[in-house]
């Protein structure tokens, strides 16, 4: 949840040369819990996660009992399962449109319409942004359900423009859980951008401003190449947690109507635990992990790049 | 100009505000339904509903241990881990960030499936402290950053004068460097609370027992037992629940002297 | 040579610090003088609640210095069968007596999560007062008895007479074929457009309950069958699970039932006994023999009005064809747990759970068809409700769920095929293909017959 920068170093210690090697191993030995945790909690897991896939581990029934190893049975079901590909497809979308469109390009909005406005203003609106990023998960999910339901605030506001409201979360589950994920999770671009943009130097923009460039041209060619960084970074981060999203697809939709909002996490969640298929589930869960994987890959490697 | 941005601002400003009105509304409304509407008669007949030890505190104080639990970990860990990465230069320096880094993008939903299985293993099942250490370890990644970044910022100075008088690393850590940063901690300690108070996936998955879940779950069964009717209990629940992650919250916003502190922490 | 000392050192911290947070799992459990109950609890079901409180009274002050600890899961059918499921994994969470549904017996015996209990029941006096057919609801594949019946249930239409009367249709109703039902439901909608004259459960949301209480009437009432006992196959390609299919698609098409959305909902069953069938908004739905007990007094919608208001009928088969009626059984049952320290202390508390004063309060409060024959003798039960006997009758024509271990996996496909024709996503004669897909992925082309 967080944009670490690597290329700040800290301060380095004392010369290597002023002390012994065994005194710098000792030094070293802090690290150790952090190290034992991450291996139990973390990699071990993921190892499991991979292991695990290759059996037919379950719940209940003989499986429960006596684990068999199948292969790869459980990554060809993939692609002869009619859900998974559906599954795949919607976390795609979801990710696509609401953390790299939603999320990213209306946090930067806010935080573009934050410099050039009043500090009160900024404030305010910076807080009811916020608000809906720092409250627990299950009752920012709870007031996005309420919210879209057919009773809810959004048909009662269509209802004041005289439009006919839908029953949003059967009808258009996608669109809902997209923008209950926006409305959520942009405080945390708007924060990173918020910081970004008080990094650019004023004198740059300025300097354009004689030039006589436009707004959308100083934007274009100035601003946001400078903060081309940040917005790399927040697009990984953004993509990485919204990919992780299940609380709030599990409050609202449950994956329905007839599996229309089921993403990967909520179908690993279906197959492992609600069908007691701990092998299939672990499957689709590798899967996602190897995404996340593959994410954290190309962000370790944009962050070295940015690296002067 | 101004005048526009500042319009544009409020409008957008609302559509946030517009999904937690209902949360408002309907919590002082007895016959609070879906629609957010102004109570005929406001009372906080919902307030006292769900003000019971069976329903509010004890899941509350759950809350408390599981998300405490998880920041003193994580700030103990992190710190420890921090020292030497922010003070010694070193070839697994390098790696081991990176590896940190990388850590951070794992999806964590993705990982509870495995993570039950090892729970079921190690006989962990249904144990607070164990969640407490799996919760600790999905954040900490995050923790070793922040910490790092404080750390960095600590003067040298005042360390190698402790060294001077003979004090050992951890003295001097303990002693000279975590007072300096202390506000920096209280950002770690706060923001890795809030990140706990809100789980509701992991203790769902590792907590079975009613008597040992947080008020995420106990929210989420109250919910599905009352769904159909107790919607203004729901939203009163809901509020408590939120209070204090939003004035933790507000007291790292203001503490730091800008209400952005935390973004500036993330970004080290 | 300090370093391997101080990492050891440490090592040891943090192995510790584990090693206490696994003990610290298992609070006092392993001096065999606690034992675990693990059962459902819910807003609207306090009924096995008030049996395990009293029981474990009686228990411990029959068993000085044991503790009977009650863990009751706050959950939905659904949600609750997951949370047993992930504590019986694990021997530290597994609860030493348990409250069971029926058809996850056999699957969870195969998973070793049950311990068998025939030695135990010869050696029980009380066993012999239960019915044959509700003990084979215990029954493993092996034969051996894993489970003991609390009561058993029946499945019928519950209609309200007022929604009926002022439809222009007679009461008692007794339809005979599923054309009567669609007429009847039409003339109401005719006269009200405002109520929902017939609903029947559909989709993923109802969980076990759109089966039970919707699909299994209408497809067991066309002479087809969701498995052969005597081949031991699943059955595929029938055309009365089209046509059943194809009955909920003009049930939901002409509004007849709740909206789609509703159905969804798997909280949608408390508006029927809540609100819709009370308040006169709802013609006819097709529940349990225990729907009474929401609504007599003590229960979570009280309603004193129903015993004239509701009446009952048999559901028909699809043309009226023999036996003329459909209803289906289940039910839930105690078990032990597989796992248990102290066996003999678990299977006596079970044995006073459902003892005849026990078994006669459940049944009564919870609207059971009682197991016991002592039970069943009692005018308190036969006179619990009006509609006992109506719906003790329907034993007759009753069926029950395929006892298999693959039985759960199917379900949920059947429910999945009902979600995707009421939703308009597949038609009919898809859904049933695609059902017919999926069974043949989870139990194999060997364990399928087309009939």
Redesign the interface.
Same mark, same amino acid.
């Given at each position: 949840m967080a944009v670490p920068d690597i290329s700040q170093r800290g301060p380095l210690g004392p010369g290597p040369r002023l002390r012994g090697a065994?005194r710098r191993? !000792?030094r070293w030995?802090p690290v150790?819990?952090s190290v034992? !945790?991450l291996a139990?909690f973390m990699a071990a897991p993921v190892a499991w996660s991979f292991y695990a896939s290759f059996t037919d581990a #379950?719940? %209940?029934?003989?499986?429960?009992?006596n684990p068999q190893w199948v292969g790869l049975d459980n990554y060809a079901?993939m692609l %002869?399962d009619?859900v998974f590909p559906l599954s795949a497809w919607l976390t795609v979308v979801f990710v696509a449109v609401s953390a790299i469109l939603g999320q990213n390009a209306v946090g930067l909005v806010i935080a573009l319409l934050m410099t050039r406005s009043g500090g009160a203003t900024a404030s305010l609106v910076g807080t009811a942004v916020v608000a809906a990023w720092v409250l627990p998960e299950i009752v920012a999910a709870f007031a996005a359900y309420a919210y879209f339901s057919?009773d809810g605030t959004l048909n009662q506001l269509l209802g004041t423009f005289g439009v006919q409201g839908a029953?949003w979360?059967?009808?258009f589950p996608m669109p809902a859980i997209i923008l209950a994920n926006v409305w959520r999770g942009t405080a945390f671009s708007m924060l990173v951008y918020r910081a970004a943009l008080s990094d650019v130097p004023r004198d740059i923009s300025e300097a354009a401003l004689m030039d006589g460039a436009r707004g959308w041209q100083r934007l274009a060619f100035i601003t946001l190449p400078v903060i081309r960084g940040s917005i790399a970074t927040n697009l990984m981060l953004t993509t990485l947690q919204t990919l992780a999203v299940f609380t709030l697809i599990w409050v609202m939709t #449950?994956g329905?109507?007839?599996n229309a909002s089921t993403t990967l996490p909520v179908l690993a969640y279906q197959e492992a635990?609600?069908?007691?298929d701990i092998g299939y589930g672990t499957a689709i869960a590798s899967v996602l992990i190897l995404i996340g994987m593959f994410f954290g890959a190309v962000y370790v490697r944009l962050i070295r790049g940015a690296k002067p | 100009m101004r005048f526009g941005a500042n319009a544009a601002l409020v409008v957008i400003g609302l559509c946030f505000v517009l999904p937690l009105a209902w949360l408002l509304l309907a919590s002082v409304d007895p016959h609070a339904g879906y629609e957010t509407r102004w109570p005929q008669s406001a009372s906080l007949a919902n307030f006292a509903a769900v003000l019971t030890p069976g329903l509010l505190f004890q899941p509350l104080a759950n809350s408390f241990i599981l998300s405490a639990g998880t920041a003193i970990v994580n700030l103990v860990v992190a710190v420890l881990a921090a020292y030497p990465l922010s003070r010694c230069q070193s070839r697994f320096n390098k790696p081991f960030l990176y590896a940190i880094l990388f850590g951070t993008s794992l999806p964590v939903t993705a990982i509870m499936v495995p993570v039950?299985g090892l729970?079921?293993q190690?006989?962990?099942?249904?144990?607070?402290?164990?969640t407490i250490?799996f919760m600790a370890t999905t954040t900490l990644p995050m923790a070793i950053w922040m910490t790092k970044n404080f750390m960095d910022s600590v003067p040298l100075e005042l360390e190698e004068a402790a060294w001077m008088d003979g004090a050992s690393g951890l003295a001097t850590l303990r002693r000279v460097v975590m007072p300096l940063m202390r506000q920096g901690l209280g950002v770690v300690f706060i923001f890795v609370f809030i990140q706990a108070w809100g789980n509701f996936f992991v203790p769902f998955?590792l907590l079975?027992?009613?008597s040992k879940q947080p008020a995420a779950v106990s929210v989420f069964?109250f919910f599905?037992?009352?769904?159909?009717?107790a919607y203004g209990e729901l939203a009163a629940f809901s509020i408590l629940y939120s209070v204090p992650v939003l004035v933790l919250y507000t007291v790292v916003a203001r503490g730091s002297g800008s209400a952005f502190a935390l973004s500036g922490a993330m970004k080290g | 040579m300090?370093?391997p000392v101080?990492?050891g050192a *440490?090592?040891l911290?943090?192995v510790g610090?584990?090693a206490?947070?696994?003990c610290?799992?298992?609070p006092q459990a392993v001096n065999g003088q606690t034992i675990k109950i693990v059962y459902q609890k819910?807003?609207s079901f306090t009924a096995l609640d008030k049996v395990f409180q009293d029981a474990k009274q009686e228990f411990e002050a029959a068993h000085a210095g044991v503790t009977v600890d009650l863990?009751?899961?706050?959950?939905?059918d659904?949600?609750y069968g997951?949370?047993l *499921?992930?504590?019986?994994?694990?021997?530290?969470?597994a609860p030493d007596v348990f409250y069971e549904d029926t058809f996850?017996v056999r699957?969870?015996v195969?998973?070793?999560?049950l311990l068998k209990l025939d030695s135990r029941l010869s050696a029980w006096d009380e066993w012999s007062k239960f019915n044959e057919a509700a003990k084979a609801a215990g029954r493993g594949d092996d034969g051996g008895i894993y489970a003991v019946p609390l009561g058993t249930d029946t499945r019928a239409i519950w209609y309200n007479k007022t929604v009926l009367q002022k439809a222009g249709i007679p009461v008692p109703w007794h339809p005979k074929t599923w054309d009567d039902i669609l007429s009847a439901a039409r003339k109401m909608k005719a006269a009200d457009p405002s109520v929902i004259p017939f609903s029947m459960y559909a989709?993923?949301?109802t969980g076990e309950g759109t089966v039970m209480q919707s699909f299994y009437e209408l497809l067991y009432g066309t002479g087809s069958s969701l498995y052969s006992e005597s081949d031991k196959k699943w059955v595929v390609g029938s055309k009365g699970f089209t046509d059943s299919l194809q009955f909920l698609k003009t049930l939901y098409d002409e509004k007849l039932s709740v909206?789609? *959305?509703d159905a969804?909902d798997?909280?949608v069953w408390?508006?029927v006994f809540?609100q819709w069938l009370p308040q006169g908004k709802m013609g006819a739905t097709v529940e349990g023999s225990y729907a009474p007990s929401f609504w007599q007094k003590g229960g979570s919608y009280e309603w004193a009005g129903y015993a004239q208001d509701m009446g009952v009928a048999m559901f028909p088969t699809q043309f009226g064809q023999d036996p003329h009626g459909v209803s289906m059984s289940g039910g839930w049952t105690l078990a032990l747990g597989a796992k248990t320290k102290s066996p003999d202390l678990a299977f006596t508390f079970l044995t006073t759970a459902v003892n005849k004063k026990n078994a006669l309060a459940f049944d009564e409060n919870n609207s059971q068809i009682a197991v016991r024959a002592d039970v069943a003798s009692d005018p308190g039960y036969q006179g619990a409700n009006p509609f006992v006997k109506d719906v003790s009758d329907l034993v007759a024509v009753t069926h029950y769920r395929p006892a298999t *271990?693959?039985y759960?996996?199917i379900s949920?496909a059947v429910q999945?095929a009902t979600?995707?024709v009421i939703?308009g996503?597949q038609s009919p004669a898809e859904a049933a293909a695609?059902y017919d897909a999926s069974v043949k992925?989870l139990v194999g082309e060997a364990k399928v017959m087309q009939k």
């Open positions: 065994l191993g !000792l030995l150790l819990p034992l !945790l139990l #379950a719940l %209940t029934g003989k499986a429960a009992l079901r %002869t009619p057919q029953n979360l059967y009808a #449950a329905g109507p007839s635990f609600k069908l007691g | 039950y729970f079921v190690l006989q962990l099942l249904d144990s607070m402290p164990a250490f998955i079975l027992s009613t069964s599905g037992q009352h769904g159909a009717i | 300090r370093r101080r990492t *440490a090592l911290g943090v610090l584990l206490s947070a696994a610290s799992a298992q819910t807003d863990e009751p899961i706050q959950a939905n659904d949600d997951t949370k *499921a992930l504590a019986q994994r694990s021997p530290d969470t996850k699957s969870d195969d998973a070793g999560y989709g993923k949301g909206t789609p *959305a969804l798997s909280n408390k508006k809540g *271990a693959d759960p996996k949920l999945q979600e995707a939703t996503k695609e992925k």
